[in-house]
């Protein structure tokens, strides 16, 4: 493995973003205000500085959105086909940027960069998706009598804010920003502070790849102040939340006064069922890999595993050999895993791994920083066993490179428990059955099931879910729906 030294991520950041990160509105980085307060963003794998940002004063907040909003009007009655053809450009302008995106997604993040790699392919699948979406979607005509004629149009909203996540800023902002743009919204949006770096970038090679000016802002800081300043102001139209279940309250709440629709993806605690009949290898090969993307740090993971009580010692140690072996490192020399994105998330796991540990829960693998290194937010990948439904590892979104399995022995048992969670985003079963595999699909609570897999879907699947994890679909063609407002037509025509 090649190794990137500290010096080199300084000279690419160097090259590549200002001294000091800011807001990015019409294109253009924005000038540092006088007063307004700095922060470092780190490397999570060495703990290092590797830049700064400014955050962005409430009053600059407003400007960008005003920004934003002068801009809808051109960009919502741009030709939808040659709204397409931007789109398919900016989507060329990810690809031609795609190593030094990846480097600073990886050194952002602390991900493998083989897996920021695939952020930003996925990136650009996004604008490519719906460049080519742009001109294939509308209203419909309704039947009515002889004299009327009813028809409906589906019109962008305006100015849309996005507050996105750290653990996979850039594909996570253009999951949402790509079909906002294709329907003819305007966007500002605010990554977390954790993780500032790629999102704006993205937005000013957006603009030099030909988006207008203004279509695509984004602002810079935290949730309480800049996130509420964006949701709260007036010229915003519409609002995309992921994040946690506590922080999409307080942004559905906000939605609720004003009066405006919202999307909120907010997590899950993702179940699959294996069935006594299920291909084991297939099985805990997925079960070892919710550990590895991300480091487990996402809310798709499978991380409670139902597992048949007679299989269920065959496929723990499937599970466990799965795990043996994955190299933990910096995320520029692409080991297996990298660290988590900060001490505070690192802390929050280990300590629910012990207070399993301390209910009657197995550790069988992990549960420990690696022992060879002496800084960087790492946690090795764990395995636990004999776990209940009752216990908070099993309850709560553990959002790090954590497997739990769960025994059961009948299986509307499993389902009752898999269903018995406030969340519900994502699920799977693996067996061999297929009447069974269809019947368990239906009775799971989730927005996607997965049978004999579980991996990431297609930009083209809609995505989210049930219960505590949402409200809203994103990806697809639902995506494009869900980011415009439905008006009806009826003509006399007599």
């Known amino acids: 493995m090649s190794t990137l030294a500290s010096p080199m991520i300084t000279d690419l950041i160097a090259g590549t973003l200002p001294e000091t990160l800011t807001a ?55 030709a939808p086909v040659e709204r397409g053809r931007v789109l398919v450009r900016a ?8 190593e030094t995106l990846a480097l600073l997604e990886s050194i952002d993040t602390g991900k493998p960069i083989s897996q920021a790699r695939g952020d930003i392919a996925v990136t650009a699948r996004y604008l490519e998706y719906y460049a080519g979406a742009c001109d294939k979607f509308g209203g419909e005509t309704i039947p009515q009598a002889d004299d009327t004629l009813a028809y409906t149009v589906r019109e962008p909203y305006g100015v849309v804010a996005h507050i996105t996540p750290w653990n996979a800023p850039i594909s996570q902002m253009m999951r949402g920003v790509a079909p906002c743009l294709a329907a003819g919204n305007t966007v500002v949006v605010k990554p977390s502070e954790l993780t500032p770096l790629t999102t ?16 695509c802002n984004v602002v810079l800081g935290d949730g309480p102040s800049v996130g509420e300043a964006l949701v709260r102001h007036d010229l ?10 506590t922080s999409g309250q307080r942004v559905g709440r ?6 405006v629709g919202c999307h909120l993806e907010l997590g899950g605690k993702s179940p699959t069922i294996v069935c006594a009949d299920a291909d084991l290898p297939r099985a805990a090969k997925a ?14 993971a499978t991380t409670r595993l139902f597992v048949h ?81 009752d216990m908070p590892i099993a309850r709560q979104e553990v959002f790090g490179p954590v497997q739990s399995v769960l025994a059961f022995d009948d299986l509307d048992e499993a389902i009752e428990q898999a269903n018995d969670t406030p969340y519900g985003l994502s699920a799977g079963v693996f067996t061999a059955d297929v009447g069974r595999a269809h019947r368990v699909a239906r009775d799971l609570q989730a927005g996607q099931v997965q049978i004999n897999r579980y991996a990431g879907a297609g930009v083209e699947i809609p995505f989210g879910g049930y219960k505590a994890s949402g409200i809203g679909r994103e990806k697809g063609i639902e995506a494009l729906l869900g980011y415009t407002q439905l008006k009806s037509v009826i003509v006399a025509l007599a």
């Open 254 to 259: 906000i939605a609720a006064e004003r009066i």
């Open 24 to 78: 990015v509105v019409a294109g253009e980085w924005t000038a540092v205000d006088a007063g307004s307060p700095t922060f470092p963003v780190y490397d999570p794998a060495t703990e290092e500085v590797v830049a700064h940002f400014a955050q962005t004063p409430v009053d600059a907040v407003g400007a960008a959105v005003e920004n934003a909003h002068a801009a809808r009007r051109g960009w919502a009655r741009t």
């Open 91 to 98: 989507a060329e302008a990810v690809r031609a940027h795609a």
């Open 287 to 300: 079960g070892a890999l919710a550990v590895i993307r991300n480091s487990g740090q996402s809310c798709f």
């Open 309 to 389: 009580r007679s299989v269920h010692d065959e496929f723990v140690e499937r599970v466990a050999a799965g795990m043996q072996g994955l190299s933990v490192g910096r995320g520029v020399d692409d080991p297996d895993l990298g660290p988590l994105v900060s001490g505070a998330q690192r802390d929050r796991v280990l300590s629910i791994v012990e207070q399993a540990r301390a209910g009657g829960a197995e550790v069988v693998a992990g549960g420990h920083p690696p022992a060879e290194r002496d800084s960087g937010f790492f946690v090795v990948p764990t395995l636990v066993t004999s776990v209940t439904n």
């Open 200 to 215: 704006s970038l993205v937005a000013v090679l957006l603009v030099d790849a030909g988006l207008p000016a203004g279509v």
């Open 236 to 245: 915003v139209r519409h609002i995309a939340f992921t994040g946690s279940v």
